[in-house]
């Protein structure tokens, strides 16, 4: 398959099935998840710190760690590869459907799930936490005047972050929706992930095994690369622009 076949399949196909990670957000300028951690983080593994254990042994650091991505998140902003998601949902309505494995909100802020198609986080957001006691969400208060832990607002226990962490089961409901959405999908497409990270991973086998048509769109080859019907080598803004805008006039 090459790129004028994947235009082509992206046009015709009426249910259209998107899996985005880190890399969709890298040029709103948060660093990926597997990106060096920058500054203070440093001296710390992401993997150890999105863990229950991280939490239980040391709550203020995990809290520490969200706060801070939480207010970068805030101030950052959708580049245009959301943009360019979001339009694709405007044309395909209720056969759109995005997985994201981002916690930055910023596929929600790009106003994807709000064109008739259905957006849903598959590893929590940054921005809410969960009371640990009776599970209410609440919304985290503004980064500015945000001092972790929050309290529930239903029982006053503390709250963790709204995080599904290593080793921890994703929201049952949001994972059925997906793997139902990528079997049933013409055509998938895997957007900045570095593909290793299990279930949300196997969302794009899935659409595979059904028969549909999956691209990924990487600056670099993924473990999925070999499994899929193309890839275009390319950041995410730039290569869902290849992909989805109109033929340019000869
Ligand atoms: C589960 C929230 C059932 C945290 C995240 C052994 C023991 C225990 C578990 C496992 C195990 N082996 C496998 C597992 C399962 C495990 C897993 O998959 N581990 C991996 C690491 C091997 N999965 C789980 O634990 C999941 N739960 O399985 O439950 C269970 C229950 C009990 C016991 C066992 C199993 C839960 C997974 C969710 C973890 N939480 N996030 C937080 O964010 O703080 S995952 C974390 O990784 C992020 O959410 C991130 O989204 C995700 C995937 O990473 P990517 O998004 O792909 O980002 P990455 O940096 O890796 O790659 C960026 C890509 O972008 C690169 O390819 C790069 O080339 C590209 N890029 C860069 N710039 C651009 C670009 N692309 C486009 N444009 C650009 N400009
Ligand atoms: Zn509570």
Redesign the pocket.
């Known amino acids: 398959m090459n790129l004028a076949d994947a235009r082509a399949a992206l046009r015709s196909a009426r249910r259209i099935a998107v899996l985005?990670?880190?890399?969709?957000s890298?040029?709103s300028g948060i660093p990926?998840?597997?990106?060096a951690q920058t500054g203070h983080w440093a001296r710390f593994r992401?993997?150890d710190?999105?863990s229950p254990g991280a939490y239980r042994r040391d709550p203020e650091t995990v809290w520490q760690?969200?706060a801070g991505?939480y207010a970068d998140v805030t101030r950052a902003t959708p580049n245009a590869?959301h943009h360019l998601l979001a339009g694709l949902e405007r044309e395909k309505g209720s056969g759109f459907f995005l997985a994201?494995?981002?916690?930055d909100g910023l596929h929600a802020r790009a106003r994807s799930g709000s064109h008739g198609g259905r957006l849903v986080e598959?590893?929590?957001n940054?921005s809410t936490a969960r009371c640990e006691t009776c599970g209410t969400v609440a919304p985290l208060p503004d980064p500015e005047t945000f001092t972790p832990p929050p309290t529930c607002p239903v029982c006053a226990s503390p709250m963790r972050?709204n995080?599904?962490?290593?080793?921890?089961?994703?929201p049952e409901d949001a994972l059925e929706a997906a793997s139902h959405a990528f079997r049933g999908a013409e055509v998938a497409l895997i957007?900045?992930?570095?593909?290793?990270?299990?279930?949300?991973?196997g969302l794009a086998l899935e659409a595979m095994g059904a028969g549909g048509v999956v691209i990924e769109?990487?600056?670099?080859a993924?473990e999925l690369t070999p499994y899929l019907s193309h890839s275009v080598r390319?950041?995410?803004?730039r290569?869902l622009a290849a992909l989805l805008e109109p033929d340019q006039p000869r």
Request: glycine letters at 12%; hydrophobic letters at 40%; a negative charge.
């Open positions: 985005t990670g880190a890399g969709v890298a040029e990926t998840f597997r990106d992401p993997e710190l999105a760690w969200y991505r590869a994201t494995q981002n916690v598959l590893h929590g940054l972050p995080i599904v962490w290593f080793g921890e089961y994703l957007v900045g992930t570095s593909g290793v990270v299990y279930p949300a991973a769109v990487n600056p670099e993924t390319d950041t995410a803004s290569g």
